[in-house]
Nanobody
């Protein structure tokens, strides 16, 4: 069973940056899901085994998902943060490919989840 441990969350002012990290034990299909209080889960970004990436429209051009295969760490670089980015961010993993359309529509589809890290952006 995949073990996913997120870190790097915190509080930042609008326009600032944060980098989330997720230590894992080997990945195939990974991503970041976020959930704000009172809102549905939202697929933020995903990276496939071949390195291809996908992003939610709301974060395109501001967030970058990447993978360090040697250290087995998944990253989410978040720049130009906005108050609406405030949420708990979860690192997710799956052994089978998941169409981005499914992740974008449902904010889920992954079997393995970390415990989450809180990101708070103040205006």
């Amino acid at each position: 069973q995949a073990q996913l441990v997120e870190s790097g969350g915190g509080s930042v002012q609008a326009g600032g940056s944060l980098r989330l990290s997720c230590a894992h034990s080997g990945y195939l299909y990974m991503g970041w899901i976020r959930q704000a209080p009172g809102k549905d889960q939202e697929g933020v970004a995903a990276i496939d085994a071949d390195g291809s990436t996908n992003y939610a429209e709301s974060v395109k051009g501001r967030f970058t998902i990447s993978q360090d295969n040697v250290k087995e760490i998944l990253y989410l670089q978040m720049d130009s943060l906005k108050p609406e980015d405030t949420a708990t961010y979860y690192c997710v993993d799956e052994s089978d490919p998941i169409p981005w359309a499914v992740v974008a529509a449902t904010g889920g589809g992954y079997k393995f989840w970390g415990k989450g890290t809180q990101v708070t952006v103040s205006s």
